[in-house]
């Protein structure tokens, strides 16, 4: 069971980091047209190009963050069906009613509520791990520097491993999804 959940969590945060800077990278590049565009097509010459670079990768760094919400929602679809470890997560049709169904071909309609409740998931252990870290840090370091540890980058890494957490929550607890040796 563990080979399933790291598998499955490995797989995960692989396709989150590539959809995640696919996205990014596409509506940093929308916008940067958008006012290259606007600008009126100046010849491309060095100083433009610098420009263009630049304003690409200010976007860049602010739209990453909106396209890891919209890469959650997207990786959420290939959790369900596929063999990971020798086991599937199966999701089903309505867990309240007697007659609930596994669903075999998953829409994002289907995912609406329980990505809701996995974004919730990712979001409580994402606060637990910023809590944890930001003890020690203060129990390393005192008050002084008690928030200087923490920057983007141990911000994704909280996300990833929470990622597992959750993953481990929803497989569990949730009455929409079912375990299934495969």
């Known amino acids: 069971m563990l080979t399933f959940y790291l598998s499955l969590w490995f797989l995960w945060l692989v396709r989150m980091f590539f959809i995640t800077v696919l996205i990014g ?96 998931f990712i979001v409580y252990h994402t606060g637990a791990f910023v809590l944890v870290g930001t003890l020690i840090a203060y129990m390393a370091h005192g008050s002084a520097s008690l928030f200087a540890w923490f920057n983007i980058t141990f911000l994704y890494l909280f996300i990833g491993l929470a990622g597992l957490f959750s993953l481990f929550v929803l497989a569990n607890f949730s009455k929409n999804v079912r375990i299934e040796k495969c």
Not at 27 to 46: N, Q
């Open 25 to 120: 990278i596409f509506l940093s590049a929308g916008v940067t047209f958008f006012i290259y565009a606007k600008e009126g097509f100046a010849p491309l010459d060095s100083d433009v190009m610098a420009a263009l670079f630049d304003i690409f990768t200010f976007w860049f760094a602010l739209l990453v963050n909106l396209a890891l919400l919209v890469a959650l929602f997207i990786n959420m679809k290939h959790f369900f069906n596929r063999c990971y470890g020798g086991f599937t997560l199966r999701l089903l049709s309505c867990p309240k009613s007697t007659e609930s169904h596994i669903i075999e071909e998953i829409g994002y309609g289907d995912l609406r509520v329980l990505w809701r409740k996995y974004l919730l």
